[in-house]
């Protein structure tokens, strides 16, 4: 059992910057990929980015490429989201997830999530 806990969600204008940050419970994330979710109301869960489990490879939704990087931050046994140039659409609830396989990353099949946390970016 893993648990996660995100953090760093608020509010913001546009084009603001806000940084996520997913950390386990009770024990180090070396062997489970990571992935960020957010979903906004009335809408679909959608994907946002994900690391394999050594941080080799990052993935991401073509609508965050270029402005959201996903990291893994190892020394506190964590994972982020760094969020730049938000734009109104980027509002919605946040989710990490995390799998002891890389082959999901791509997917919603993620074994273990976090709570969320609310990013609001205004206009």
């Known amino acids: 059992q893993v648990q996660l806990v995100e953090s760093g969600g608020g509010l913001v204008q546009a084009g603001g910057s806000l940084r996520l940050s997913c950390a386990a419970s009770?024990?180090?994330?070396?062997?489970?990929?990571m992935g960020w979710f957010r979903q906004a109301p009335g809408k679909e869960r959608e994907f946002v980015a994900a690391?394999?489990?050594?941080?080799?490879?990052?993935y991401y939704a073509d609508s965050v490429k270029g402005r959201f990087t996903i990291s893994r931050v190892n020394a506190k046994n964590a994972v982020s989201l760094q969020m730049d140039s938000l734009k109104p659409e980027d509002t919605a609830v946040y989710y990490c997830?995390?799998?002891?396989?890389?082959?999901?990353?791509?997917?919603?099949?993620?074994?273990?999530w976090g709570q969320g946390t609310q990013v609001t970016v205004s206009s």
């Open positions: 690391i394999t489990r050594s941080g080799g490879t990052t």
């Open positions: 997830a995390a799998d002891s396989r890389d082959r999901i990353v791509l997917t919603s099949s993620y074994a273990y």
């Open positions: 009770g024990r180090t994330f070396n062997n489970y990929a």
